[in-house]
């Protein structure tokens, strides 16, 4: 299972790093400057989140059930805020608690990521 926390984190990297180019080079020419700060702050959330599903991913390995949690949260959490972040960059109406929800989850899986580094 260690595994797909470090498949999803490497899938959240390349990804993240695609949509970075497309945000840098094919932004639509309308963006304006509420727009391209949802983008980068979804772009900097699915980053940082990428590596943390990597440490999740590394941290399962060495049989931590935290750290899987931690990996589901992370997975989960990213995709409901970074999806809702960029739909409504994007000029959609609100997915209403999607992105709380999903901001809700990654917290939860950095606490349940402390708490694996803690346990023997």
Do not use: Y
């Amino acid at each position: 299972m260690h595994r797909l926390w470090l498949f999803l984190g490497a899938i959240a990297g390349l990804v993240v790093v695609a949509l970075a180019a497309w945000a840098a080079h094919g932004t639509p020419a309308g963006f304006d400057g509420v727009q391209r700060r949802a983008v980068d702050s979804a772009l900097m959330v699915q980053g940082w989140h990428a590596l943390a599903m990597l440490a999740a991913g590394l941290m399962a390995e060495r049989g931590r059930w935290l750290a899987h949690l931690a990996g589901a949260a992370f997975a989960i959490g990213t995709a409901m805020f970074c999806t809702a972040v960029w739909w409504n960059a994007l000029g959609h109406p609100s997915l209403g608690p999607v992105a709380p929800t999903g901001g809700t989850l990654l917290m939860v899986g950095w606490a349940l990521l402390a708490v694996s580094a803690l346990k023997r």
